[in-house]
Nanobody, 124 residues
Framework: QVQLVESGGGLVQAGGSLRLSCAAS????????MGWFRQTPGKERESVAA????????HYADSVKGRFTISRDNVKNTVYLQMNSLKPEDTAVYYC?????????????????WGQGTQVTVSS
């Protein structure tokens, strides 16, 4: 069982930056690949970024490539999402999720554990 707690969301102006953190419980954090997803009302949850258990591989949605960076610290059991050059369309609730396999897999259904979400609002 893994518990995930996100933090770092908030209100920022377009062009600004935010850093989301997701702290995970458990002793086998490095065996999980991790992902960040986001959701807006009326839309499906979409994948934003993912990182392998070791941190050696990452994957990004086209909409955030070059602006967002996912990273992890397996000593601190924490995954991060650095968001730069934010746009109003990045406004959403952001969720971190854990997949009990160490390699990146596509699809939200691969992720067994989810955080409660943190709101990110980008004003124009």
């Amino acid at each position: 069982q893994v518990q995930l707690v996100e933090s770092g969301g908030g209100l920022v102006q377009a062009g600004g930056s935010l850093r989301l953190s997701c702290a995970a419980s458990g002793r086998t954090f490095s065996s999980y690949s991790m992902g960040w997803f986001r959701q807006t009302p009326g839309k499906e949850r979409e994948s934003v970024a993912a990182i392998s258990g070791s941190g050696g591989m990452t994957h990004y949605a086209d909409s955030v490539k070059g602006r967002f960076t996912i990273s992890r610290d397996n000593v601190k059991n924490t995954v991060y999402l650095q968001m730069n050059s934010l746009k109003p369309e990045d406004t959403a609730v952001y969720y971190c999720a854990a997949n009990p396999r160490p390699f990146i897999e596509s699809g939200a259904q691969r992720y067994y554990y989810w955080g409660q979400g943190t709101q990110v609002t980008v004003s124009s």
